[in-house]
């Protein structure tokens, strides 16, 4: 089950789903990418201005593309696993994302797989393990303010037993 939620007094509550599995895309025609759009689609008319706030999962290219197409505002946890996102510049150049601790480090207007523009931002605190890079078409700064309320939603809802990928 993919649920989508809204942010309400520092919790997230659930305003929709779609149901998948690699058994049913596999039968259909369909796949994981597709069912993601369709639970996008189905509440966009309530998201409005508000920005999507993804988990790394949703850090693909085509899904960038078919958010910025929308003019979807987002915020993602960028997926820098084995095989790391390429951003370039307006130059084109390759852009690597650094940071030391106790350190922000921004990278604005910077180029996707060459094609998506976003803005990159990570903060490390002192004492705190590496915090994620967060990829969003907002300010920076904002993006990294709405991606860390769903961390801290994150950690609230481990605490009671349930998890959640996606905010609204």
Known sequence: MFILATQSR???????????????TAEGVTSRNQQHDRAFESVKHL?????LVLDREFSYLTQLEKLVAEEVNFAIHLNL???????TNAEGKRVELMIVPEETAIYPQIHYRGQVLVNVIRTWKK????PPWVMTNLA???GLEIYQARMNIEAVSRRA???TKCTI
């Open 127 to 130: 004492g705190f393990g590496k």
């Open 10 to 24: 520092g919790r997230a509550i659930p305003c929709s789903f779609v149901t998948y599995s690699s058994r049913t």
């Open 47 to 51: 998201v409005g201005e508000r920005p």
């Open 81 to 87: 696993g084995s095989h790391p996102s390429i951003f």
């Open 161 to 163: 037993g349930t998890s």
């Open 140 to 142: 920076p700064e904002k």
